[in-house]
């Protein structure tokens, strides 16, 4: 079956760092994949969406990578902000069938001043 | 501009009592339609979903049931909640027909159950 892993449950970045979070997908093949960021007792966001066919994405200080051979993807958060405090979900479509997302379990980032 | 609502943001239930949750979208037309629930720690677990008015999928069996009587109006329901139905459910919403489709959510509703 379709599963997704985010590396780590937490991750501590010193503010002005790189974050960068882990998404790896296994008996996957899929179109695209998205990152959603969400915050403590709030509906996740959309960020961004990688297609298979794009190896990286960026929208200001994000990027985002996507290896389909390594079945990866990277999320950086570049120059990092207290603000960017959140926990980050990937998401990505089945096989086959309607387009309905699963999300991986996500991580939590807390970026220190 | 699109919108959804999902009310109430907080509910403390008895174990056996009935449950409604009720979810509304504006700014689109026949939207697709989710409800999904996030335990704590856990991801989030799809439980309905909706491409239209009174047509809904179950992906998990469950004491939990949906309803979809109006295009833009999404409602969770249960008659006798359990323990394990705690969790903080989120409702959702795409754009029909679209690829790649992102999902655009509520602001959640706590449940607790006890």
């Known amino acids: 079956s379709q599963k997704i892993e985010q590396n780590s449950e937490a991750l501590n970045i010193q503010e002005g760092k790189t974050a960068t979070l882990t998404c790896n997908y296994t008996?996957?093949?899929?179109?695209?994949l998205q990152w959603y960021r969400q915050d403590p007792g709030r509906g996740p966001v959309f960020l961004l969406l990688?297609?298979?066919?794009?190896k990286e994405k960026r929208k200001e200080r994000l990027k985002v990578t996507f290896d389909t051979t390594l079945k990866q993807s990277l999320f950086h958060i570049t120059a990092s902000q207290p603000a960017d405090s959140a926990t980050y979900l990937c998401?990505?479509?089945?096989?086959?069938?309607?387009?309905?997302?699963?999300f991986g379990t996500g991580t939590r980032l807390t970026i220190i001043p | 501009s699109q919108t959804i609502h999902q009310w109430p943001a907080t509910l403390v239930q008895p174990v056996g009592s009935p449950l409604s949750l009720e979810c509304t979208v504006e700014?689109?037309?026949?939207?697709?339609l989710y409800w999904y629930r996030q335990a704590a720690g856990r991801g989030l677990q799809l439980l309905f979903y909706?491409?239209?008015?009174?047509?809904i999928s179950s992906e998990v069996p469950q004491n939990l049931s949906a309803s979809r009587p109006q295009d833009r109006q999404f409602i969770l329901s249960s008659k006798k909640l359990l323990l394990s139905d705690s969790g903080f459910y989120l409702c959702?919403?795409?754009?029909?027909?679209?690829?790649?489709?992102?999902?655009?959510f509520g602001s959640g509703t706590q449940l607790s159950v006890l």
């Open positions: 909706s491409i239209g008015i009174d047509q």
């Open positions: 959702a919403w795409s754009v029909y027909g679209a690829t790649n489709e992102k999902l655009f």
């Open positions: 700014g689109t037309s026949n939207p697709n």
């Open positions: 990688i297609r298979e066919n794009e």
């Open positions: 008996n996957y093949s899929p179109a695209y």
């Open positions: 998401a990505l479509p089945p096989n086959f069938g309607n387009e309905k997302l699963t």
